[in-house]
């Protein structure tokens, strides 16, 4: 399954104005169970730092995460970078529209190489390393560009699952997610990864328990599905959602506030 066919056209829908972007970000934000745990972490790291911040977005995508940074932290500057040129431009163009061009800047960047010494107070990675093979060096850029007392913040599928990277599609010949370099990361290996990168203290929890693993499937993995098989099913998606939205939120209300003991995603902080 790839996902970027799929990307581009609801990029080109949600581009046609401002507030559907907008409103996109905030579909995205109920959505995706990733963004709950996400913005929970973010909120946190707000009420012990009211002042400004250098934050980088570090696989920065549509934007998403930058748009919710912006508005938490609304006096702090913000980087996103990306590998593909066209969404930079995208998010350039988006972000300038609404007049935050003077806090958020966006760029092309390889992480394997990027690293600005001691440069940001947050460094955020959303599902990202595990399109890496590189992974160590990413981390080590990450250590050299975070400054002393800064925070790696990290959402990446474990290998209890992860986003079924390891299904295969038996006529296509690919997982479900062929984007991916590994299936997804042992909460152990992460951890010694990153220290070995130089980072001290980390901790990590799972996400995407029981409740989280049901609404994945209903949220994300069928619909892609679907529409990945036929774009007629644009036009039933919103009664899709309509449907089986209420149960998406409990399911991810219950993942947010539960501890699990196994999941397929990892919220990892890494701190210099």
């Given amino acids: 399954m790839q996902y970027d066919p799929i990307k581009r056209t609801l990029g080109k829908i949600f581009n046609i104005h401002p507030f559907l972007r907008r409103m996109f970000y905030g579909m995205l934000d109920l959505l995706l169970l990733r963004a709950w745990h996400i913005r929970r972490e973010l909120k946190l790291l707000r009420k012990k730092n009211q002042g ?3 934050i980088l977005d570090a696989g920065s995508g549509f934007g998403q995460y930058v748009y919710r940074m912006s508005r938490l932290f609304p006096s702090s500057k913000i980087k996103g970078v ?3 040129q066209e969404q930079i431009e ?5 972000f300038n529209k609404i007049g935050k061009g003077n806090q958020v800047l966006f760029e092309v960047a390889d992480l394997t190489a990027f690293h600005e010494p001691e440069k940001y107070d947050l460094i955020l990675s959303v599902d990202v390393m595990e399109h890496i093979l590189e992974d160590i060096q990413v981390f080590r850029n990450f250590f050299e560009s975070i400054k ?3 925070i790696l913040l990290i959402s990446t599928p474990s290998d209890e699952g992860g986003s079924d990277a390891h299904e295969h599609d038996h006529e296509e010949g690919s997982g479900f997610i062929d984007e991916h370099v590994r299936d997804g990361y042992n909460s152990k290996e992460i951890e010694e990864k990153l220290k070995t990168a130089g980072f001290k203290a ?5 996400s995407y328990g029981m409740p ?7 949220s994300m993995k069928y619909p892609i599905q679907l529409l990945g098989a036929s774009k007629l099913f644009y036009a039933v998606l919103p ?3 309509v449907l089986v939205f209420p ?4 399911l991810n209300y219950l993942d947010l506030y539960k501890i699990h003991s196994s999941g397929t995603g990892l919220i990892v902080k890494a701190y210099k």
């Fill in 202 to 206: 980390i901790e990590i929890r799972f």
């Fill in 247 to 250: 149960l998406m939120i409990l």
């Fill in 90 to 94: 995208d998010c350039n163009g988006f």
């Fill in 148 to 150: 002393k007392g800064g």
């Fill in 52 to 54: 400004p911040l250098e």
């Fill in 82 to 84: 990306d590998v593909k």
């Fill in 212 to 218: 989280g693993k049901i609404s994945w499937k209903l």
């Fill in 239 to 241: 009664f899709y959602y």
